[in-house]
């Protein structure tokens, strides 16, 4: 056989699937925006919540917050198991675990505490 005068066929490019609407707002915030993308069995998300009671880090060392959930997203953006999502405020910045279920649970901060009027910035992606 010799060489072909046409190229193969090329599937086209996927769309991802976006949402910016179906976050659930944990305790003390509020959601100013939010977005997930779905593109080739990948998930990403980020959102912005405004801080209404601030999450206190402590005095004295160590240094740390409750565990408090600040977020649930939505079902179909989900992980299949527990991964680590990246926060910060400017000031306070840590890691969250986004649960199976759809929790977003903040866990760590770098001393500071979350105060009321900032605005928590998560985002993380996984595999689907």
Same mark, same amino acid.
């Given at each position: ?8 066929? %090329?599937?086209?490019? !996927?769309?991802?699937?976006?949402? @910016?609407?179906?976050?659930? +707002? &944990? $305790?003390?915030?509020?959601? *100013? ?8 069995? %990948?998930?990403?998300? !980020?959102?912005?919540?405004?801080? @209404?009671?601030?999450?206190? +880090? &402590? $005095?004295?060392?160590?240094? *740390? ?18 991964? @680590?999502?990246?926060?910060?405020? &400017? ?38």
């Amino acid at each position: 056989m010799g060489a072909s005068l046409y190229p193969p066929p %090329v599937a086209p490019d !996927a769309t991802p699937t976006v949402v @910016t609407s179906g976050l659930t +707002a &944990g $305790s003390g915030v509020t959601v *100013n925006n939010f977005q997930a993308r779905k593109i080739n069995g %990948v998930c990403s998300f !980020a959102f912005d919540l405004a801080i @209404t009671t601030k999450f206190d +880090a &402590g $005095s004295t060392a160590p240094y *740390n917050l409750a565990d408090v959930v600040i977020a649930t997203l939505p079902a179909g953006y989900r992980p299949a198991r527990t991964v @680590t999502a990246i926060y910060s405020t &400017g000031y306070a910045d840590g890691e969250c675990d986004v649960e199976a279920g759809g929790a977003v649970t903040i866990r760590t901060t770098n001393t500071y505490s979350l105060n009321v009027g900032e605005t928590i910035r998560c985002s993380g992606a996984f595999v689907l």
